[in-house]
């Protein structure tokens, strides 16, 4: 008879053997567990110190906005304030002449007034002439600028409109005429302004002169 192999039975899975598996894998979940704890702590300490840094960041910013700012509206204020003293000095350099200048061109005036305002019967202002001249029959309203643009020029004939309306409300039919001036001015403002019908007064050393172009009929209103 042939030899036979005898072997031994093959143990199956025993209550051992599972439980055993059970606690490996539960070991290595909670390993899982501690690291994924550890891990997403690391990352809210991450984010949380980012948060803080943008957070001053942001502030740092804030301050530097606020404080550019105060600074802008400061500077606006001594420009503005500048300004208004060039004016001022610019209505003091026009004023002492503007009498003689005009009534050597036949106008007559014999009043001249500065900062004359105008409101309407509602007592609403609408209006202020930085020089004006008058006789019995013309009002001649001069804005001074330091520097004369096309804008100026065309607020100034929205103020002679105004004036215009001004005066029939309150039975003034006496010619309106209008002028401007600047210490700067280019020749294309002044040709524009000479267009609208404006006298162009400019500096001429200590004093001023009249710019009268060939062929130019001041505007009446």
């Given at each position: 008879m042939p030899e036979e192999t005898i072997r031994e039975p093959e143990m199956g899975l025993t209550f051992e053997k599972v439980w055993a598996m059970f606690q490996e894998t539960d070991r290595k979940m909670q390993e899982m567990s501690l690291q994924t704890d550890r891990k997403m702590q690391e990352m809210s300490l991450q984010t949380d110190r980012i948060v803080q840094e943008t957070a001053l960041q942001m502030k740092e910013t804030d301050r530097i906005v606020q404080e550019t700012a105060l600074q802008m509206k400061e500077t606006d204020r001594k420009i503005s304030k500048l300004g208004s003293k060039l004016g001022d000095l610019i209505e003091e350099m026009i004023f002492p002449n503007?009498?003689?200048?005009?009534?050597?061109?036949?106008?007559?005036?014999?009043?001249?007034?500065?900062?004359?305002?105008?409101?309407?019967?509602?007592?609403?202002?609408?209006?202020?002439?930085?020089?004006?001249?008058?006789?019995?029959?013309?009002?001649?309203?001069?804005?001074?600028?330091?520097?004369?643009?096309?804008?100026?020029?065309?607020?100034?004939?929205?103020?002679?409109?105004?004036?215009?309306?001004?005066?029939?409300?309150?039975?003034?039919?006496?010619?309106?005429?209008?002028?401007?001036?600047?210490?700067?001015?280019?020749?294309?403002?002044?040709?524009?302004?000479?267009?609208?019908?404006?006298?162009?007064?400019?500096?001429?050393?200590?004093?001023?002169?009249?710019?009268?172009?060939?062929?130019?009929?001041?505007?009446?209103?």
């Open positions: 503007i009498l003689e200048k005009f009534n050597h061109l036949g106008y007559g005036f014999g009043r001249v007034g500065t900062n004359v305002r105008y409101r309407n019967s509602r007592g609403e202002y609408i209006a202020e002439v930085d020089i004006l001249l008058e006789n019995g029959d013309v009002v001649l309203a001069v804005k001074v600028k330091t520097t004369l643009t096309d804008a100026d020029v065309r607020d100034h004939l929205r103020r002679m409109e105004k004036l215009r309306v001004y005066g029939d409300e309150h039975g003034d039919k006496r010619k309106l005429l209008g002028a401007v001036a600047g210490a700067v001015a280019s020749k294309e403002v002044k040709d524009f302004a000479a267009k609208s019908g404006f006298f162009v007064l400019e500096q001429s050393g200590d004093t001023i002169k009249i710019s009268v172009p060939k062929g130019f009929k001041p505007r009446e209103w």
